[in-house]
């Protein structure tokens, strides 16, 4: 075929549509007769492993048997493979293939932007507003109080939860400490819970894990980053008036309409 | 009934209610009929067009405008009545603006003044206070049901 090819140029089809469907004039078998396909020699690859190759890449051993009128061999499998199925399993092709949640795309809000101040709306900090430090690599928001002015520690929040008001702090000579990443603020399950729940045998009145107590790194960490934030606040136009802002927990007035308020 | 003193007429400048152009100025150059008038407000991005006289909100202004002006002519009768001062000097255009202040403050802004009102109502409650002392014992209470009392 590779012969022939080289040496017509652009042919014309042989087969042609007799609609827009699709359906050919010529069938397969007359077409293979049309074409003159059985004169080609189908090449045969040479086989590239020997047969001893051959015999320690297969998945079983041949072995002999005694006994009288029973095929004398065996087939046995090396490895006994996990399913041993009675069907071959139908392979659905992927067209889109499922997405794992490292591989989504995380999107932010375009009025959040590092140095917004925000107001959280839910959570045990609900009504604070908070600056926003920047975005992990989850999606979620990385914000901070600053804890010295309304207790709110660096802390993981969902864009979700939160409104984007215009206020800007400049913290670009803000530096935040490398660590501060999402494996940072997971949350720890004590190692005796998690090895209970393994073994499903452990004492189930179990007093549950100490109360959480702030570790060192997150106390140096928050300082760190609250007196670089301090002093960008000041350096801010407003400066005590943002302080006093920060402090401040936000609510609806009566009148107000969220809705047509600009924030 | 107010007073009968704002006409349609040609030449009388009218507020624009709604629509595209609303919140602007602009006069009206000639009268279609019953309901609608055309306007024209080349000083303040109005489009000369047939307005419905709803949508129009009649000022005091009137300009000196011969019917059917063109647009160049009504462009120099509203500078030289300096029309765009004299509307922006208006308490209407005044209590627009302050609407519109109000409607854009930021979050921050709110909580600024707010802070502001409760400084300034602070100043006044303490010399009130001080006033109160110094002055007859009759006033040195707060009558708080004097509303409640008869003329």
Redesign the interface.
């Known amino acids: 075929l590779q012969q022939m090819a080289k040496s017509s140029a652009p042919h014309k089809p042989k087969n042609s549509a007799i609609n827009a469907s699709r359906l050919m004039k010529y069938s397969r078998a007359r077409i293979f007769q049309r074409k003159a396909a059985y004169k080609v020699k189908k090449v045969k690859t040479p086989a590239k492993k020997s047969a001893e190759k051959a015999a320690a890449a297969a998945a079983f051993v041949v072995k002999k048997i005694g006994g009288d009128k029973n095929g004398g061999e065996r087939k046995v499998y090396k490895k006994t493979p996990k399913s041993l199925p009675t069907q071959v399993a139908s392979r659905k092709v992927q067209l889109r293939p499922k997405k794992t949640f490292k591989k989504h795309v995380r999107r932010i809000r375009s009025n959040l932007a590092p140095g917004a ?1 925000l ?1 959280l709306l839910a959570g045990r900090h609900k009504g604070k ?1 908070v600056v926003l430090l920047k975005q992990l690599e989850s999606g979620l928001l990385l914000v901070t109080g600053p804890r010295k002015l309304n207790g709110c520690p660096l802390r993981r929040v969902s864009q979700r939860y939160v ?1 984007g ?3 800007r702090i400049d913290i670009s000579k803000v530096a935040l400490p490398e660590r501060l990443n999402d494996a940072y603020f997971r949350r720890q399950r004590s190692a005796k819970k998690s090895a209970a729940s393994a073994g499903g045998s452990a004492d189930i009145f179990a007093k549950s894990d100490a109360a959480y107590a702030v570790s060192a790194e997150r106390r140096e960490d928050q300082a760190a980053v609250d007196k670089a934030l301090m002093g960008a606040i000041k350096a801010s136009g ?1 400066g005590p ?2 302080r ?2 920060l402090r ?1 927990l ?1 609510s609806i007035k009566s009148g107000q309409r969220p809705h ?4 | 009934m107010g007073k009968l003193d704002k006409f349609v007429q040609v030449g009388r400048v009218a507020f624009i209610a709604n629509g595209a152009d609303s919140g602007k100025v602009c006069a009206i150059a000639e009268i279609v009929d019953q309901n609608r008038v055309l306007i024209d407000g080349p000083c303040t991005g109005v489009r000369r067009q047939v307005c419905d006289m709803k949508r129009l909100h009649l000022t005091g202004f009137h300009l000196p405008l011969p019917h059917s002006s063109r647009t160049a002519v009504v462009r120099r009768k509203w500078l030289a009545a300096k029309l765009d001062e004299r509307w922006t000097g208006t308490s209407w255009a005044k209590k627009l603006e302050a609407r519109r202040l109000r409607a854009s403050m930021t979050d921050f802004d709110r909580f600024k003044c707010a802070r502001a009102k409760q400084i300034r109502n602070r100043i006044v409650s303490v010399a009130m206070g001080s006033l109160r002392k110094t002055s007859s014992p009759k006033l040195r209470k707060p009558n708080k049901k004097r509303h409640l009392r008869k003329a």
């Open positions: 101040v107001i507003r409104i008001t215009k206020t407003d008036m943002l006093s802002y401040s936000f047509a308020m600009v924030f």
